[in-house]
């Protein structure tokens, strides 16, 4: 009887203790129906932060931060990789819609730097790295125009997926600066600057992390 009758003091200390809690609180039970709503329908209006990852071309991998100032315009920015070198991109995108699948449109504008001189002489002479010297040398331009759309999960997740084209312009610096040794390794044509651009498909696919 011991055990049973300090179970029932607890539940009741317990039991007492909520009452309290409630009694103390009254505004929680009084939140307007219409502000309770609001915020059920639009979850990122406390969430104009986010963290995005995703996954294309031109650019390969990319990691961003994001700032929504209204639910129809987000901005983000941050930095790409392709495999070869590390570039940056800024961007927007348009979301018309509410709810939790919206169609999207985005714009963006991102750049990687060729190699200089210097650091091609270095990445030539290093001979446990991958033969690739021409196209470390290689820089690139770009801006894309992406349609899609987004899908909304629980925890302030953010699935995407977005397809369309690129303008982009690769192009090569003069490699006239280069020591004798190293500059006899370029082809001729490979050591004059280049400049070449073309349009291109691009797709990619992510995921956004919202918060704040």
Known sequence: ???????????????????????????ARLTPPAELQQRVQDPERL????????AGIPEGAGLSVSFR???????????????????A???????????????????ELGHAQPADARGLERRMADRTLLP?????????????????????APG???????????????????????????RDALAPEEARPWRVRSTRPTAKLGILLSFG
């Open 1 to 27: 009887m011991g055990a049973v009758s300090a179970l029932t003091l607890l539940g009741l200390l317990l039991t007492a203790r909520v009452a309290l809690a409630a009694g103390a609180a009254p505004s």
């Open 89 to 107: 991109r800024a961007g927007l995108t348009l979301l018309p819609l509410r709810g939790w699948m919206t169609p999207a449109l985005t714009l």
């Open 132 to 152: 690739s010297p021409s196209f470390e040398r290689v820089g690139y331009t770009y801006a894309s125009a992406l349609l899609g759309f987004e899908v909304q």
């Open 47 to 54: 969430a104009p932060f986010g963290l995005m990852l995703d």
């Open 156 to 182: 302030g997740l953010t699935f995407f997926i977005r397809g369309g084209f690129s303008v982009m312009e690769l192009y090569g610096p003069g490699m006239e600066d280069l020591d004798e040794p190293f």
């Open 69 to 87: 100032p209204r639910h129809e315009v987000r901005l983000h920015l941050g930095a790409t990789h392709n495999g070869i070198r590390a570039g």
